[in-house]
Protein backbone atom coordinates (compact mmCIF):
# COMPACT_ATOMS: atom_id res chain seq x y z
CA UNK A 1 0.00 0.00 0.00
CA UNK A 2 1.07 3.67 -1.52
CA UNK A 3 2.64 5.74 2.14
CA UNK A 4 0.29 8.09 3.25
CA UNK A 5 1.29 11.67 2.62
CA UNK A 6 -0.16 14.22 4.82
CA UNK A 7 -1.61 17.12 2.83
CA UNK A 8 -1.49 19.82 5.45
CA UNK A 9 -0.68 22.94 3.56
CA UNK A 10 -1.32 21.84 0.10
CA UNK A 11 -1.45 25.13 -1.36
CA UNK A 12 1.96 26.55 -0.07
CA UNK A 13 3.80 23.28 -1.74
CA UNK A 14 5.23 23.24 -5.36
CA UNK A 15 2.93 22.07 -7.98
CA UNK A 16 5.70 20.60 -9.83
CA UNK A 17 8.85 18.94 -9.15
CA UNK A 18 11.80 18.51 -11.91
CA UNK A 19 10.17 15.77 -12.92
CA UNK A 20 7.54 17.84 -14.74
CA UNK A 21 7.73 20.47 -17.46
CA UNK A 22 6.51 24.03 -16.44
CA UNK A 23 4.92 26.09 -18.85
CA UNK A 24 6.99 28.83 -19.67
CA UNK A 25 5.53 32.26 -18.30
CA UNK A 26 3.80 34.82 -20.37
CA UNK A 27 6.61 37.01 -21.72
CA UNK A 28 6.41 40.84 -20.52
CA UNK A 29 7.49 43.59 -22.73
CA UNK A 30 8.05 47.03 -21.88
CA UNK A 31 5.39 50.09 -22.67
CA UNK A 32 6.96 51.42 -25.91
CA UNK A 33 7.83 54.93 -25.85
CA UNK A 34 5.31 57.63 -27.58
CA UNK A 35 2.48 54.64 -27.63
CA UNK A 36 -1.08 54.72 -26.35
CA UNK A 37 0.14 53.02 -23.54
CA UNK A 38 2.46 55.15 -22.15
CA UNK A 39 0.28 58.19 -22.56
CA UNK A 40 -2.00 55.69 -19.79
CA UNK A 41 1.16 55.42 -17.51
CA UNK A 42 1.62 59.71 -17.72
CA UNK A 43 -1.81 60.03 -16.89
CA UNK A 44 -1.47 57.87 -13.91
CA UNK A 45 1.93 59.02 -12.77
CA UNK A 46 3.20 58.06 -9.61
CA UNK A 47 0.00 55.83 -8.70
CA UNK A 48 1.43 53.21 -10.80
CA UNK A 49 3.84 50.86 -9.13
CA UNK A 50 4.87 48.55 -11.97
CA UNK A 51 3.93 48.59 -15.45
CA UNK A 52 4.18 46.06 -19.12
CA UNK A 53 2.96 45.07 -21.71
CA UNK A 54 1.60 41.16 -21.35
CA UNK A 55 -0.13 39.39 -24.43
CA UNK A 56 -1.17 43.12 -26.03
CA UNK A 57 -2.24 44.70 -23.65
CA UNK A 58 -1.32 47.45 -20.74
CA UNK A 59 -1.21 45.74 -17.19
CA UNK A 60 0.03 47.91 -13.91
CA UNK A 61 -0.15 47.28 -10.51
CA UNK A 62 -1.30 49.85 -7.82
CA UNK A 63 -2.25 50.83 -4.27
CA UNK A 64 -5.29 49.20 -3.16
CA UNK A 65 -6.73 52.28 -1.58
CA UNK A 66 -5.80 53.89 -4.87
CA UNK A 67 -8.52 51.99 -6.52
CA UNK A 68 -11.20 53.96 -7.35
CA UNK A 69 -9.02 57.43 -8.44
CA UNK A 70 -6.83 54.98 -10.91
CA UNK A 71 -10.07 53.77 -12.66
CA UNK A 72 -11.72 57.31 -12.86
CA UNK A 73 -8.77 58.81 -14.21
CA UNK A 74 -8.58 55.47 -16.81
CA UNK A 75 -12.73 56.21 -17.47
CA UNK A 76 -12.35 60.01 -17.83
CA UNK A 77 -9.21 61.06 -18.99
CA UNK A 78 -8.16 57.56 -20.85
CA UNK A 79 -11.43 56.70 -22.66
CA UNK A 80 -11.40 53.55 -20.85
CA UNK A 81 -15.49 53.76 -20.89
CA UNK A 82 -16.11 49.84 -20.13
CA UNK A 83 -15.38 47.51 -17.28
CA UNK A 84 -15.64 44.41 -18.52
CA UNK A 85 -14.80 42.20 -15.75
CA UNK A 86 -13.45 41.99 -12.16
CA UNK A 87 -12.08 39.48 -9.80
CA UNK A 88 -9.83 38.30 -7.16
CA UNK A 89 -7.36 35.11 -6.76
CA UNK A 90 -6.47 33.51 -3.75
CA UNK A 91 -2.69 34.00 -2.78
CA UNK A 92 -3.43 33.66 0.92
CA UNK A 93 -1.36 30.58 1.65
CA UNK A 94 1.53 31.85 -0.76
CA UNK A 95 1.49 35.45 0.16
CA UNK A 96 -1.19 35.99 2.86
CA UNK A 97 -2.83 37.92 0.41
CA UNK A 98 -5.91 38.79 -2.41
CA UNK A 99 -4.72 39.70 -5.82
CA UNK A 100 -7.69 41.89 -7.57
CA UNK A 101 -7.85 42.68 -11.05
CA UNK A 102 -9.94 45.15 -12.91
CA UNK A 103 -10.50 44.49 -16.92
CA UNK A 104 -11.04 48.05 -18.70
CA UNK A 105 -11.86 48.17 -22.28
CA UNK A 106 -11.00 51.48 -24.41
CA UNK A 107 -13.74 51.45 -27.50
CA UNK A 108 -12.22 53.92 -30.06
CA UNK A 109 -8.66 52.71 -29.71
CA UNK A 110 -9.51 49.75 -29.19
CA UNK A 111 -7.06 49.15 -26.65
CA UNK A 112 -7.36 46.86 -22.58
CA UNK A 113 -5.23 47.71 -19.74
CA UNK A 114 -5.78 45.45 -16.94
CA UNK A 115 -5.32 47.17 -13.51
CA UNK A 116 -3.97 44.91 -10.38
CA UNK A 117 -4.10 45.81 -6.58
CA UNK A 118 -3.32 43.41 -3.63
CA UNK A 119 -5.41 43.32 0.07
CA UNK A 120 -4.63 41.21 2.79
CA UNK A 121 -7.38 39.12 4.68
CA UNK A 122 -9.89 40.80 6.04
CA UNK A 123 -9.62 44.01 4.79
CA UNK A 124 -11.89 45.56 2.57
CA UNK A 125 -11.65 47.39 -1.13
CA UNK A 126 -13.62 50.68 -2.09
CA UNK A 127 -16.68 49.91 -4.98
CA UNK A 128 -16.31 51.41 -8.38
CA UNK A 129 -20.27 50.62 -9.07
CA UNK A 130 -20.69 54.73 -8.98
CA UNK A 131 -17.99 54.58 -12.51
CA UNK A 132 -19.15 51.06 -13.76
CA UNK A 133 -22.76 49.74 -13.23
CA UNK A 134 -21.68 46.42 -14.47
CA UNK A 135 -19.18 46.17 -11.21
CA UNK A 136 -22.49 46.01 -9.19
CA UNK A 137 -22.51 41.56 -9.69
CA UNK A 138 -19.04 41.19 -10.10
CA UNK A 139 -18.17 42.94 -7.18
CA UNK A 140 -20.80 40.95 -5.35
CA UNK A 141 -19.59 37.52 -6.82
CA UNK A 142 -16.40 38.89 -5.63
CA UNK A 143 -17.87 39.02 -1.72
CA UNK A 144 -19.86 35.90 -2.37
CA UNK A 145 -17.25 33.15 -3.92
CA UNK A 146 -13.96 34.78 -1.72
CA UNK A 147 -15.57 36.52 1.38
CA UNK A 148 -13.61 40.02 0.23
CA UNK A 149 -15.87 42.88 1.48
CA UNK A 150 -16.27 46.37 -0.66
CA UNK A 151 -17.02 49.40 0.65
CA UNK A 152 -19.87 51.89 -0.72
CA UNK A 153 -21.46 48.80 -2.30
CA UNK A 154 -24.86 49.42 -2.58
CA UNK A 155 -26.29 46.20 -1.93
CA UNK A 156 -23.54 43.67 -0.85
CA UNK A 157 -24.87 40.11 -0.18
CA UNK A 158 -24.37 36.91 -1.83
CA UNK A 159 -25.26 36.92 -5.56
CA UNK A 160 -25.14 33.09 -6.77
CA UNK A 161 -24.73 31.28 -3.00
CA UNK A 162 -27.67 31.09 -0.54
CA UNK A 163 -27.33 34.24 2.13
CA UNK A 164 -27.09 31.26 4.66
CA UNK A 165 -24.27 29.69 2.89
CA UNK A 166 -20.82 29.04 5.12
CA UNK A 167 -18.00 29.78 3.14
CA UNK A 168 -16.75 31.60 0.16
CA UNK A 169 -16.25 28.16 -2.70
CA UNK A 170 -13.68 30.08 -4.36
CA UNK A 171 -11.32 30.14 -2.10
CA UNK A 172 -8.55 27.36 -2.40
CA UNK A 173 -8.88 25.76 1.00
CA UNK A 174 -12.29 25.10 0.19
CA UNK A 175 -13.45 21.05 -0.48
CA UNK A 176 -13.60 20.83 -3.76
CA UNK A 177 -16.12 18.09 -2.59
CA UNK A 178 -18.09 20.42 -0.38
CA UNK A 179 -17.63 20.11 3.55
CA UNK A 180 -19.36 18.71 6.03
CA UNK A 181 -22.21 21.95 5.91
CA UNK A 182 -22.38 21.37 2.28
CA UNK A 183 -23.61 17.66 2.45
CA UNK A 184 -26.05 18.64 4.83
CA UNK A 185 -27.55 22.00 3.35
CA UNK A 186 -30.28 20.95 1.24
CA UNK A 187 -31.57 18.08 4.06
CA UNK A 188 -31.52 20.74 6.81
CA UNK A 189 -32.86 23.28 4.55
CA UNK A 190 -36.12 20.92 3.70
CA UNK A 191 -36.93 18.80 5.78
CA UNK A 192 -34.58 19.37 9.15
CA UNK A 193 -31.91 18.52 11.01
CA UNK A 194 -33.99 15.75 12.71
CA UNK A 195 -34.51 13.60 9.28
CA UNK A 196 -30.74 13.58 8.64
CA UNK A 197 -30.56 9.74 9.76
CA UNK A 198 -33.42 8.81 7.40
CA UNK A 199 -32.33 10.79 4.48
CA UNK A 200 -28.24 10.41 5.12
CA UNK A 201 -26.02 13.18 3.31
CA UNK A 202 -25.51 14.47 -0.08
CA UNK A 203 -23.94 12.90 -2.60
CA UNK A 204 -21.16 15.33 -4.33
CA UNK A 205 -19.65 12.76 -6.33
CA UNK A 206 -20.78 13.56 -10.00
CA UNK A 207 -19.52 9.95 -11.18
CA UNK A 208 -21.76 7.61 -9.35
CA UNK A 209 -25.04 6.22 -10.98
CA UNK A 210 -27.69 4.97 -8.50
CA UNK A 211 -29.84 2.50 -9.13
CA UNK A 212 -32.49 3.87 -7.12
CA UNK A 213 -31.77 7.49 -7.95
CA UNK A 214 -35.52 9.69 -7.73
CA UNK A 215 -37.02 9.19 -11.13
CA UNK A 216 -34.86 6.10 -12.20
CA UNK A 217 -33.25 8.19 -14.56
CA UNK A 218 -29.86 5.88 -14.79
CA UNK A 219 -31.64 2.48 -15.51
CA UNK A 220 -32.81 3.46 -19.57
CA UNK A 221 -34.62 0.34 -20.75
CA UNK A 222 -35.20 -0.87 -17.17
CA UNK A 223 -37.97 1.92 -16.54
CA UNK A 224 -40.47 1.32 -13.74
CA UNK A 225 -43.36 4.12 -12.74
CA UNK A 226 -42.32 6.20 -9.95
CA UNK A 227 -42.42 4.68 -6.24
CA UNK A 228 -42.81 0.90 -7.79
CA UNK A 229 -41.39 -1.89 -5.54
CA UNK A 230 -38.13 -2.94 -7.06
CA UNK A 231 -36.49 -5.14 -4.90
CA UNK A 232 -36.95 -8.45 -7.46
CA UNK A 233 -35.40 -6.21 -10.37
CA UNK A 234 -36.94 -4.48 -13.59
CA UNK A 235 -38.16 -5.66 -15.92
CA UNK A 236 -36.28 -4.82 -19.60
CA UNK A 237 -38.27 -2.49 -21.62
CA UNK A 238 -37.87 -1.83 -25.33
CA UNK A 239 -36.56 1.61 -25.96
CA UNK A 240 -38.85 3.81 -28.34
CA UNK A 241 -36.47 5.80 -30.53
CA UNK A 242 -38.10 9.66 -31.19
CA UNK A 243 -37.32 10.90 -35.04
CA UNK A 244 -36.36 14.56 -33.33
CA UNK A 245 -35.09 13.52 -29.28
CA UNK A 246 -33.24 9.76 -29.03
CA UNK A 247 -31.76 8.85 -32.75
CA UNK A 248 -31.07 5.15 -32.99
CA UNK A 249 -27.78 5.41 -34.96
CA UNK A 250 -27.57 1.22 -35.01
CA UNK A 251 -30.62 1.34 -37.45
CA UNK A 252 -29.94 -0.04 -40.72
CA UNK A 253 -28.87 3.11 -43.35
CA UNK A 254 -29.80 3.33 -46.78
CA UNK A 255 -27.55 3.05 -49.92
CA UNK A 256 -28.50 5.87 -52.47
CA UNK A 257 -28.21 4.70 -56.02
CA UNK A 258 -27.13 7.74 -57.44
CA UNK A 259 -25.79 11.08 -55.36
CA UNK A 260 -28.26 14.08 -55.72
Known amino acids: ?18 RFWVAPRVPREAVEEGSHFEAVVNALGSQVKESYIEVGQLVFHIDASENFAVIKTLRDECGYKQCSEQSAVDYLAQDGEFELFYQLLNHAEAKRV ?21 ANFAEREMYDMFGIKVNNHPFLKRIIMPDDWEGHPLLKTYPLQGDEFASWYEVDKIFGKEYRDIIGPENRDPAKVDRYDTKRFSRVGYEVPFGADISEGEKEQAIKYSETILVNYNAGTKQLDERK
Do not use: H, W
Request: proline share 5%; net charge positive.
Open 1 to 18: MRKYTPKDNVQGKSYYTD
Open 114 to 134: RVVCRIKKGEAIESIVPLFKS
